[in-house]
């Protein structure tokens, strides 16, 4: 944006519609859905010069999508915002990608990819350690499903329970919490569940772990340099 910065958000947006080859009534009604897509409506007289840098992403993200295309690729995108901004982003990307547009988004900021995309690809050193879906990703990164919970009273029975049961590979106590590690499918936590609830166990809370993709970048890559 430097190179534009004395120019308001419509100029800048009216531009790149004119430089992709939009013309005439389609080239305004393409920029008019833009500015109301990225909700930059009320700032359209503003200079670039003058806008935050959530407002910046928001208008070259504009910019990017002006013209329609089937494929976005953006490169950390959500590098030096706020939190507010980055969740308005998220929400952004997501519906491009309910209309079924393909986006390709390279970022280190891994632990927030987890809830928008559907696939990753984890390169090291110019070298694929790893690609597939997320839930493909996730499950052979961690085969093991770590599970917290608590009950009202008797945590040293169910820890002795839980050390007994099958599928439980590991178990110990945290505080007032019980960490353990299942293996097998979900059915093997419901069925774990149920029989510890009909055992007389006051189970106050039950909540898998969730692993994210930086947990799956830390297991894949060996922290090598290019």
Known sequence: LPAHSDITVHEYLDFYARAYGLRGQH?????????????VTGILDKHLKALSKGMKQ????????????DILVLDEPAAGLDPRARIELRELLTVLAE??????????????LTEICN?????????????????AV????SPRRA????VLDKQRELLKELLQSPHVAHATESGRDVLLELEGEEESSADLLANLIGKGFKVV?????????????????????Q
Do not use: C, W, Y
């Open 147 to 150: 599970i917290s919970m608590r």
């Open 119 to 135: 696939g990753v690809v984890i390169i090291e050193k110019g070298e694929v350690l790893e690609t597939g879906t997320i839930e």
């Open 99 to 112: 209309q079924k547009k393909a986006v390709l988004i390279s970022s280190h900021i891994l632990t927030e």
């Open 58 to 69: 928001r208008v070259t993200l504009g910019r990017a999508l002006v013209h329609d295309p």
């Open 27 to 39: 080239r305004k009604e393409a920029v008019e859905a833009i500015e109301e897509f990225t909700n």
């Open 205 to 225: 809370e039950f909540k898998q772990s969730k692993t994210n993709l930086e947990d799956i970048f830390m297991n894949v890559t060996k922290g090598g340099v």
């Open 138 to 141: 996730l499950k052979k990164s």
